[in-house]
């Protein structure tokens, strides 16, 4: 069975422009999750969906960044205008959540460098 | 608060010795999950086990092993033989209340062939 595929799995952009990052969930799980990782912050949770349906972003660091997920297959994460300080690996994953707690499957993630 | 700490920050051995990565964690909820995410050079978090905090029975993997105790708050890997291939960054993770998990720093272990 195919895991969580992100795309793409590099990208480097000039500051100030948008990024889109693209995320597939495993088919059949009901909750999605952004991660950024960095050295110095290490993995944090930027924002949660389940079932479709944003349910915490107090993770997003401020509104250049959203997300969405117009369906259970798909997501997106945008940074508009990115800057040099987004600069940082972006995991997503998903899980089946049946309750009271699930296990986060992750994609391969997505380095972004924004020079 | 919740909070995981996991003290190593990095741990070199020599192929075949047996390693232990330590990881304490916080919380005041009395139901709560622990997990260990096993991350290689390539980059991907790989799922390696979950422990929830009903059931302190330590469990073997092959080579993996896991030691939970609620006493010490504390819920350590080990690994047996360690391999070149076991050369990474493994992570230990909390979960209360559903969805929010708060991961560990991590702790990089090198493996000498």
């Known amino acids: 069975d195919a895991g969580v595929i992100q795309s793409p799995r590099h990208e480097v952009t000039e500051m100030g422009q948008e990024v889109t990052l693209r995320c597939k969930p495993i088919s059949g799980h009901n909750s999605l999750f952004w991660y950024r990782q960095t050295m110095m912050r290490g993995l944090e949770l930027l924002i949660y969906f389940n079932n479709n349906v944003p349910i915490d972003d107090s993770g997003m660091p401020e509104d250049r960044f959203s997300a969405k997920m117009p369906n259970a297959s798909f997501s997106t994460l945008k940074i508009q205008p990115s800057e040099p300080r987004d600069s940082a690996v972006y995991f997503c994953?998903?899980?089946?959540?049946?309750?009271?707690?699930?296990?986060?499957?992750f994609g391969p993630g997505t380095r972004l460098t924004v020079l | 608060a919740q909070k995981v700490t996991q003290a190593q920050t990095e741990i070199s051995v020599v192929e075949k010795e047996d390693v232990t990565l330590d990881c304490v964690y916080e919380t005041r909820d009395t139901t709560y999950y622990l997990f260990w995410y096993k991350q290689p050079p390539s980059g991907e978090l790989v799922f390696l086990i979950r422990r929830n905090s009903f059931d302190e029975q330590n469990e073997i993997s092959g080579r993996y092993s896991w030691n939970f105790q609620k006493s010490t708050s504390s819920f350590n890997f080990t690994i047996t033989a360690s391999q070149v291939v076991d050369s990474a960054v493994y992570f230990c993770?909390?979960?209360?209340?559903?969805?929010?998990?708060?991961f560990g720093a991590g702790t990089r272990l090198f493996v000498k062939a």
């Open positions: 993770a909390l979960t209360t209340g559903g969805f929010k998990t708060i």
């Open positions: 994953a998903s899980s089946l959540f049946t309750g009271p707690i699930d296990t986060q499957y």
